[in-house]
């Protein structure tokens, strides 16, 4: 991104902000500033306190100590009603937006301009809410409810929701978790437009490639403690990785060696199911990491679901060890010695509800019960073993699994089939939104299994993680199988023409 003044005078400056929460410090003494037209990347592990950082920015948080300065003036912020009156909006993750109300509606919304003063000027709205969209480029009828819109586009609302708010300060949260390679250089245009205009942006992203594209400045936390703020232009992946997690990870980036490649442990033959319009075949070698490339919409997810009988099968047959298996349900997979992370933990992977021990030991019940009574003391040995062994960060065994960070989730989710001894794991977005480090670690663990002969399917929205875990790739395009290649014909040249044929 084009370069900032660096003498001049920072919009925004937050000094020694601390904040405690009942046994846990989860931002000690943090310095942080962004200057007029920057954007100022905030990185680092899931738990590292930037939600925290944000949610006091914004009001939604009390601070335990510390100062912040808006334009030189100290401040203080104790609503996000107040956090929008002094210039600074910001745009969740999870968008906040009311999915009834038109997009006008959501634009302006608290802020509506009205007729006699006890009426509403939908004209008025309208036109309001046109100009601040034509900013932005965002062509849609406006008066449509939010809930038909894209995500992309409810994005864009967002940040016009911003722009009405007079915002010099625009906070966006993990904004390319949810959208396009396209939607993303689209949102890229936006923020360099109105970086021109000298609005200031915190980026949020565990993508590292979306930080060097975008950012001027990064500022990483670890813990609740800064380890540095760098132009983007003095450091590379490897030392901003190294902050973060606190030790190098480059290693881990060795591509591994397949060990076997001589027993197939799984033969899919002539599958097809809702989203495959041609039958597929293939095998998978003990020991194996398949990866499973293409892009959304092309049947990736619901070929790994449909071999793990959570999506019914219309026709052909799949063999374990040679011998045909009937999988009407997940149950009977697992039965069978498979094991799947999906896509989305929270909705289908996750009993929000349970202590972490639940969760862990919820696939293998058998060495934990006796006469169908589960033994408290077993189970909370079984989980602890697993939780030392993955290195789950947690207060304690029995905490509700929803109080751990995403990467610390995936983990959990990764003990429980480690835990029923599954021989067949089968991964869909194995690292979706977790930290660099958790993702570090995933890919570790993914690769020690496979080392013990255990066999991966490997479904990856992202490129270099496939080309960097996989043996081989299995690509589809629009519900059909396109190609296997071997490691030394993986190009990302060559999945992307097979993946978009």
Request: aromatic letters at 4%.
């Amino acid at each position: 991104m084009e370069d900032n003044d660096h003498n001049s005078a920072p919009i925004l400056r937050m000094e020694g902000i601390t904040k405690e929460f009942p046994g846990v410090v989860a931002l000690k003494s943090v310095d942080f500033e962004l200057l007029p037209g920057e954007v100022h990347a905030l990185v680092g592990e899931n738990g590292a306190g930037k939600s925290t950082l944000i949610k006091i920015l914004s009001g939604a948080v009390p601070k335990s100590s510390g100062q912040i300065y808006l334009n030189g003036a100290n401040v203080e912020i104790s609503n996000p009603l107040q956090a929008q009156a002094m210039g600074i909006a910001v745009i969740y993750q999870e968008l906040m937006l009311a999915p009834t109300l038109s997009a006008a509606e959501n634009i302006l919304l608290g802020r509506f301009p009205k007729k006699w003063k006890l009426f509403i000027d939908k004209k008025k709205m309208i036109a309001t809410a046109e100009e601040l969209s034509a900013m932005l480029g965002l062509k849609i009828d406006l008066r449509l409810p939010i809930k038909l819109l894209t995500v992309a586009q409810q994005q864009l609302v967002e940040v016009a929701k911003a722009l009405s708010l007079n915002a010099q300060i625009i906070v966006m949260d993990e904004p390319s978790a949810v959208l396009t390679p396209r939607e993303l250089e689209r949102l890229f245009e936006i923020i360099a437009r109105l970086k021109r205009q000298g609005k200031s942006f915190i980026y949020i992203s565990h993508r590292l490639e979306e930080i060097f594209r975008i950012a001027d400045r990064v500022t990483v936390l670890k813990d609740g403690v800064v380890q540095g703020t760098r132009a983007i232009s003095e450091v590379n992946r490897e030392q901003l990785i190294a902050m973060m997690v606190g030790r190098d990870v480059s290693g881990a980036v060795r591509l591994r060696e397949m060990l076997t490649k001589n027993r197939v442990v799984l033969e899919v033959k002539g599958l097809r199911c809702a989203s495959l319009r041609e039958p597929i075949s293939f095998k998978l070698y003990a020991g194996e990491i398949l990866g499973v490339a293409g892009l959304v919409g092309s049947g990736r997810s619901e070929l790994i679901r449909t071999i793990f009988g959570a999506e019914p099968k219309l026709s052909g047959e799949i063999l374990i060890d040679g011998r045909v298996v009937d999988i009407q349900s997940p149950a009977d997979a697992v039965k069978l010695g498979l094991g799947l992370i999906p896509e989305d933990r929270k909705t289908q992977a996750l009993f929000h509800q349970l202590p972490v021990a639940q969760n862990i030991t919820i696939a293998n019940l058998r060495p934990i019960t006796r006469w169908g009574v589960i033994r408290g003391r077993r189970e909370e040995r079984i989980a602890r073993a697993m939780v030392d062994q993955l290195h789950i960060r947690l207060s304690s065994i029995q905490q509700r699994i929803d109080g751990l960070s995403g990467g610390n989730q995936q983990k959990a989710v990764l003990a429980r089939w480690l835990d029923s001894n599954a021989k067949i794991i089968l991964f869909d977005e194995p690292t979706r939104g977790i930290d660099v480090g958790s993702k570090a670690q995933i890919h570790q663990w993914m690769r020690q299994l496979a080392d013990q002969g255990i066999s991966i399917i490997m479904v990856s929205s992202e490129l270099p993680e496939i080309l960097e875990m996989s043996d081989r790739i299995l690509v589809l395009h629009d519900g059909k199988m396109t190609g296997i290649l071997s490691r030394s014909e993986a190009k990302e040249e060559k999945i992307m023409s097979l993946a978009t044929q």
